[in-house]
């Protein structure tokens, strides 16, 4: 007997909690969303197909319905409750055949089948097929109705097709069966088309971390449908070391073009507070593990954790990246776009393509049972239409295999494309809009808190300190390099030269910000650069004169530095001639201001003087005031904040400081104290004049936070310090809290707290060392918050502390302590008309590289610049020699414009330059650089990063 003479049922039937697809439940999640799918997709097995010799219908639970003999009823568990009591059992004694109680489609066909077994020669996986196309005929005419369109379906042809390819299935006649399927999925394309006859896409995104490489991930790579894996280098590595077989597969998958990568980061750290170089090194780093293991690197770069800045941009166009995932599975804020597919521009103009969308999660049945209406949305108001689904290996619903299978026969709801592809190959975004920094927000602090880090802002304080000694590292061992290569150097200078094998002394780029070493590995990374200037001196050319103790200061940075120094008591002292701006000594004390050329040295004679004390006219510190050239400062003697800062060219005060505890609202509804401030008092127990040399002006606060009932809060030090010749006033915060911090740090904090009068003020933030104009209320600044008042800008140098908030237009809050927050020590800056506020930042958390020497006087000159250029907002962040054949022949520097406008510059070395181009950061050229009297012409975009390679 064969399987079509067994066919006992006269109608499939599925009860919807519905009338029809205009109030059709698309708000039905988990379990019950799985049902409804479930029911309804069941009966497009090919055995119930055949069996009744009609596709299937859908009715209204709880509307009349008549029930007749060998009718196929399928309940999903949200319909049963609207059915009468008694429904399901008076339909089983008219003959009909009712399945309930069961969510899972397995389980609604094993019963639903069971009247038709024993059921032979099926073949599973067309079966299966047969279920998709049920899945895919749902979606559809939820797209009719979500496009406002009404059915243009042969439903007899349709229904003749479906049949046809049922009764062939059950008699073994494969082929046969999958011509009727296609000819199925086709009708169904044909339907789509009359609404939407362009293409739209399917992005299917596999989340692949450390403990998802293995069998799951195997399991996802021997489906044959286009995927793209997000997976960071180190989880490339993983799989290298750990599942080879992983490995393996993905290979095959990589060569056939079906599998893309998206990644690009050896590890996805805290992107958006680090440095532009830290960005850079991470990609590059990424890219060589990548090649290593997998012989490509990503062409889309994304990332599961927050990472999003509109500095990527430039950085992944010039890394050759044909686009970006412009979304992440994490926490924080990000704009999404009006269109799926944006041309993602950032800071400096540059633009990459981008997919712009929040990707679905898969492992929902909602987001199935919601399809239609995602793609219909995405049809109505986006160029491409987009969905992109995301799951973890092994983990997307059974629904999305039925998408697979629709995709197989047709791009009827959607074709699956990897995303390099989409990015690259398919339609061109059309639409591009530059993002404001301010429409992103990170969302570190708050998940550092929750994770208990104990430094949630200090480690960033950290982290800057440790980069700027990276910094000098790089800096240094490009110089000894041109040193030591170049044609003026002596044989003696060479031959006496104790650098050699010296350079491994220097601290390497890596992971700075979850250093578990903290500030030791800072000390030794310091160290290592302190012996690395003493080597670096060594190859400085001398002239014959007899030597002499010396001082030798070196400046890693493409800007002048006005160093001011203590020096250890007994120390000699220089003379007061340039490049020293003021030699001091008082008590035990003794200090020098030294100013020194960029990207150079000066070298300072010791004195055979021993009388330092003289003082100006004007002391820089008595009672509570400090004053040097550029300001006058005062304290206030009650709480012993920054009362006021007053300039000598304009009227009014620019700045006011205090300490405070920031509470939240339901700590002040508990309090006793009847206050309704939000903040603490700052109250000061005692004030000195610690210091007033001719060089320091410094005064000492000692103090409490204190509850308006006097309850102790927090115990405070606050030192002030005011150089001569700096436009920096520097503020030193000691602070022993007492009282306890909610888990909200955005509510909850100790703060220094800023005020200033202009409500009007502009308000600037560094974000990757470029100036960016914020009007938000919380500022990710670890460098500067910059006040710009028309005629006059203060700058807050934050010293790595990078967190901020605003409380109303004059007031700002720099967090300092948190809950869990470990460190008790702070510093900040405030830089009066600073002509770059980043210089000022930079030299803040910047070291000293200072030698004490016994040599003879450098030649030509005791002071003097290697690297240079001459325009104010262009900062070099990196240089290197350039090797070409084994041989220096000049420098590759990388220039980032960081005042946010249009800059030229000349770029000089201490050897003429013969040739230039700017390259992209794999050193393809993409202009050459006018070269003028051995200088080198830059032309600069605002905010652009550039590349310059300089050969002699």
Known sequence: MTNASRMKYSELIALWPCHGFEDFPQDLTGEAAHGFLATWTALWHPALLASAGKIPVWRQAGAALQVESEQLILVPSVSQPLLPDAFIAEARQQGAHVVTGTSERDQVLDQALQPLRPIVGVDQDLADDFLALGFCYLQVHRLLQQMHYSTTLDATYFSKEVLGGARACMQGEVEQSREHLSRCFDALAQERDHYYAVEAYVIDLVLVAKNTVGDKLRQELAHESPCSLLISADVVAEMARSESESLAQLLLRLQSGSVSLVGGELLEQDLVLMAPEEILNGLLAGAKVYEEYVAQKPAVFGRRRYGLTPVLPQILDKLGFVGALHATLDDGQYPVGPQAKSRWEGVDGSSVDALCRVPLDASLPETFLNYARSLGDSMDRDHVATVCLAHWPGLSSVWFDDLRRVARYGPVLGKIVALEEYLGHAEHAVYGERVELDGYRSPYLCQQVAAGDPRPISKWVQHHQTVAVQFAADTFRSLHHMLETGDEKSESTKSSCPLAGGLEDLPQRGNT????????????????????????????????????????????????????????????????????????????????????????????????????????????????????????????????????????????????????????????????????????????????????????????????????????????????????????????????????????????????????????????????????????????????????????????????????????????????????????????????????????????????????????????????????????????????????????????????????????????????????????????????????????????????????????
């Open 513 to 952: 910000v979850n250093d578990s070493e903290g500030k030791t590995s800072q000390a030794d990374a310091q160290a290592a650069n302190n012996l690395a200037a003493e080597k670096l001196s060594a190859l400085l050319p001398r002239d014959n004169s007899p030597t002499r103790p010396a001082y030798l200061f070196w400046n890693p940075y493409s800007f002048s530095r006005r160093v001011c120094i203590e020096l250890n008591e007994g120390d000699p002292l220089p003379d007061r001639v340039e490049p020293v701006y003021c030699v001091a000594k008082e008590n035990h004390r003794q200090q020098i201001v030294v100013d020194i050329p960029p990207v150079g040295y000066a070298w300072l004679p010791a004195s055979d003087k021993n009388d330092f004390t003289a003082r100006p006219s004007r002391p820089l510190a008595e009672d509570n005031i400090l004053r040097n050239e550029y300001m006058e400062v005062r304290i206030n003697t009650s709480n012993g904040g920054v009362q006021s800062i007053h300039d000598y060219r304009s009227r009014g005060n620019r700045l006011s400081q205090q300490l405070a505890l920031r509470r939240t609202i339901q700590d002040v509804r508990r309090s006793q104290s009847g206050s309704k401030s939000m903040y603490s008092v700052m109250v000061a127990d005692s004030l000195a004049v610690t210091c007033s040399s001719a060089a320091l002006g410094e005064l000492t606060c000692k103090g409490r936070l204190i509850e308006p009932d006097g309850r102790l809060l927090a115990e405070f030090q606050q030192t002030t310090q005011l150089w001569r010749g700096s436009r920096i006033l520097k503020i030193n915060i000691q602070l022993i809290p007492h009282a306890s911090l909610s888990a909200d740090p955005w509510q909850s904090y100790y703060a220094c707290r800023f005020a200033w009068s202009d409500p009007a003020a502009l308000i600037w933030h560094d974000h990757a060392y470029t100036r960016q104009l914020s009007m938000a209320k919380r500022l990710e600044a670890p460098h500067y918050v910059e006040l710009d008042m028309v005629d006059r800008t203060t700058a807050l140098l934050t010293g790595g502390v990078p967190y901020h908030q605003r409380s109303g237009d004059q007031m700002l809050d720099s967090l300092l302590i948190v809950q869990g927050e470990s460190e008790r020590e702070f510093q900040f800056g405030i830089a009066i008309d600073a002509p770059n506020p980043m210089h000022a930042a930079l030299d803040l958390v910047a070291p000293v590289h200072l030698v004490h020497e016994m040599a003879g006087v450098p030649r030509p000159n005791a002071t003097g610049w290697l690297l240079h250029v001459d325009n104010k907002s262009l900062l070099i962040t990196h240089q290197e020699t350039l090797v070409e054949n084994e041989k220096v022949v000049g420098i590759r520097a990388r220039v980032l414009e960081s005042s946010g406008q249009t800059a030229s510059g000349r770029l000089a070395c201490f050897r003429d330059a013969q040739s230039a181009q700017k390259v992209d950061f794999l050193g393809k050229t993409i202009v050459s650089c006018q070269v003028e009297s051995g200088a080198v012409q830059l032309e600069m975009a605002a905010c652009e990063w550039a590349q310059i390679e300089v050969r002699w």
